[in-house]
Nanobody, 125 residues
Framework: QVQLVESGGGLVQPGGSLRLSCAAS????????MGWYRQAPGKQRELVAT???????NYADSVKGRFTISRDNAENTVYLQMNGLKPEDTAVYFC???????????????????WGQGTLVTVSS
């Protein structure tokens, strides 16, 4: 089985910082792109940032200059450093992995898309 396990959410005051982590468990051969999405109450899930295996990044306009996505390919882990947090950043943040190739029961499988369970980020004074 391959899973994405997130950590790092919590409560922070406006202007504060948090760092989210997401690790892919299992025998991973490769992961194409990894990213973070978020879903605020009553809203649709939206893209926050993505990073390819070669390190190319893409950010939502609302987080540019405040959030930084990075990745450790050897550890199959993606990070999201969030600075200058605002109340409107409050949401459940989900990790995503695009095209994960992994060995399961001695068989090489490709998972088109994987999602983590989500971690809550609350920005409030």
């Amino acid at each position: 089985q391959v899973q994405l396990v997130e950590s790092g959410g919590g409560l922070v005051q406006p202007g504060g910082s948090l760092r989210l982590s997401c690790a892919a468990s299992g025998i991973i051969f490769s992961i194409n792109a990894m990213g973070w999405y978020r879903q605020a109450p009553g809203k649709q899930r939206e893209l926050v940032a993505t990073i390819t295996s070669s390190g190319n990044t893409n950010y939502a306009d609302s987080v540019k200059g405040r959030f930084t996505i990075s990745r450790d390919n050897a550890e199959n882990t993606v990070y999201l450093q969030m600075n200058g947090l605002k109340p409107e950043d409050t949401a459940v943040y989900f990790c995503n992995a695009d095209r994960t190739r992994a060995v399961v029961a001695s068989t090489l499988l490709e998972y088109r898309e994987l999602w983590g369970q989500g971690t809550l980020v609350t920005v409030s004074s």
